[in-house]
């Protein structure tokens, strides 16, 4: 049950970086980025193209992937959402949708649809001993990697100027702007922030899960439930529901099989009945 456990809270790591970068986006932009998950997939294969066709590493990768998906997030956000910010937010949500599948398209093109290895780095090859079992040493550096970027960014969020004022614009935008702070200027590097949190899950998930152009599609719904659950727009409730939900979700696989599939979503109804803001969202609007 212990080693169950774990894993559960290395598969919340993701769901974790990813609904972190989810949150931010949609708190400060009222966007549902459904191209999340192509960008967490590009993060996969970014990895792997470079080392495959250039021969870089995965420790020279989990840095410069994020850094030029964040910068393409950046582009993207001036080109077309800003356009489409005015209107209705159900205009950006059609294309970040026709987004993803048009980058998931391009891939499968030049890649096909099968799943492309990529090793795990050889520091991290070997087990962890953590006393009651040993446990892939990779793993807990996935976990470890996701604790302290999402420690990072709260500590960034609640004991900087800075930082202080993208939580207020992503929670609370419309109070932000009536104190004179222009919400603006931060939309573009929120925007690129979130495009490379995205990045840097799929650069962790290369030398776990298969590599392939299906792979972001597959999580983006959990994770979109995991942000509902935890509060649209509340960080800490997104980082929080998200390492909870991985935790149930290996348990239930254990204890309920045939509702592993199905667990996240029947919470997620579950939450939204008893409290429709989630679970952080009223308490954090009203703070």
Same mark, same amino acid.
């Given at each position: 049950?212990?080693?169950?456990? =774990?894993?559960?809270?290395?598969?919340?790591?993701?769901?974790?970086?990813?609904?972190?970068?989810?949150?931010?986006?949609?708190?400060?932009?009222?966007?549902?980025?459904?191209?999340?998950?192509?960008?967490?997939?590009?993060?996969?294969?970014?990895?792997?193209?470079?080392?495959?066709?250039?021969?870089?590493?995965?420790?020279?990768?989990?840095?410069?992937?994020?850094?030029?998906?964040?910068?393409?997030?950046?582009?993207?956000?001036?080109?077309? $959402?800003?356009?489409?910010? *005015?209107?209705?937010?159900?205009?950006?949500?059609? =294309?970040?949708?026709?987004?993803?599948? $048009?980058?998931?398209?391009?891939?499968?093109?030049?890649?096909?649809?099968?799943?492309?290895?990529?090793?795990?780095?050889?520091?991290?090859?070997?087990?962890?001993?953590?006393?009651? =079992?040993?446990? *892939?040493?990779?793993?807990?550096?996935?976990?470890?990697?996701?604790?302290?970027?999402?420690?990072?960014?709260?500590?960034?969020?609640?004991?900087?100027?800075?930082?202080?004022?993208?939580?207020?614009?992503?929670?609370?935008?419309?109070?932000?702007?009536?104190?004179? $702070?222009?919400?603006?200027?931060?939309?573009? *590097?929120?925007?690129?922030?979130?495009?490379?949190?995205?990045?840097?899950?799929?650069?962790?998930?290369?030398?776990?899960?298969?590599?392939? *152009?299906?792979?972001?599609?597959?999580?983006?719904?959990?994770?979109?439930?995991?942000?509902?659950?935890?509060?649209?727009?509340?960080?800490?409730?997104?980082?929080?529901?998200?390492?909870?939900?991985?935790?149930?979700?290996?348990?239930?696989?254990?204890?309920?099989?045939?509702?592993?599939?199905?667990?996240?979503? $029947?919470?997620?109804?579950?939450?939204?009945?008893?409290?429709?803001?989630?679970?952080?969202?009223?308490?954090?609007?009203?703070?």
């Amino acid at each position: 049950m212990l080693q169950q456990a =774990f894993n559960g809270l290395v598969g919340g790591a993701f769901y974790a970086l990813l609904a972190l970068g989810l949150a931010v986006i949609f708190g400060m932009l009222g966007v549902v980025n459904f191209a999340h998950g192509a960008f967490y997939m590009l993060g996969a294969f970014g990895s792997y193209v470079l080392l495959d066709s250039f021969g870089v590493n995965f420790w020279v990768a989990l840095v410069t992937v994020p850094i030029v998906l964040g910068l393409a997030g950046t582009v993207l956000e001036r080109l077309f $959402i800003r356009r489409l910010a *005015p209107l209705d937010p159900l205009y950006n949500f059609l =294309f970040t949708f026709g987004l993803a599948l $048009i980058l998931q398209d391009l891939v499968k093109r030049e890649y096909g649809v099968q799943s492309q290895p990529y090793p795990r780095p050889d520091l991290l090859a070997g087990t962890v001993d953590l006393g009651l =079992f040993g446990y *892939p040493a990779y793993q807990v550096f996935v976990l470890a990697v996701s604790v302290v970027v999402c420690a990072a960014v709260w500590v960034v969020l609640t004991r900087t100027r800075v930082g202080m004022i993208v939580r207020a614009a992503t929670e609370r935008p419309e109070l932000t702007r009536a104190l004179g $702070i222009d919400v603006g200027r931060w939309v573009t *590097p929120v925007f690129g922030f979130g495009v490379a949190l995205a990045g840097l899950a799929g650069v962790l998930a290369a030398p776990m899960r298969a590599v392939n *152009p299906l792979m972001g599609g597959d999580l983006i719904i959990t994770v979109f439930a995991v942000v509902v659950i935890g509060g649209l727009g509340s960080i800490f409730g997104s980082v929080a529901a998200g390492f909870a939900i991985g935790l149930i979700s290996a348990l239930g696989n254990l204890y309920v099989p045939a509702l592993s599939q199905t667990l996240v979503f $029947i919470l997620m109804a579950a939450v939204l009945l008893w409290r429709p803001a989630g679970l952080f969202g009223r308490e954090e609007a009203l703070s």
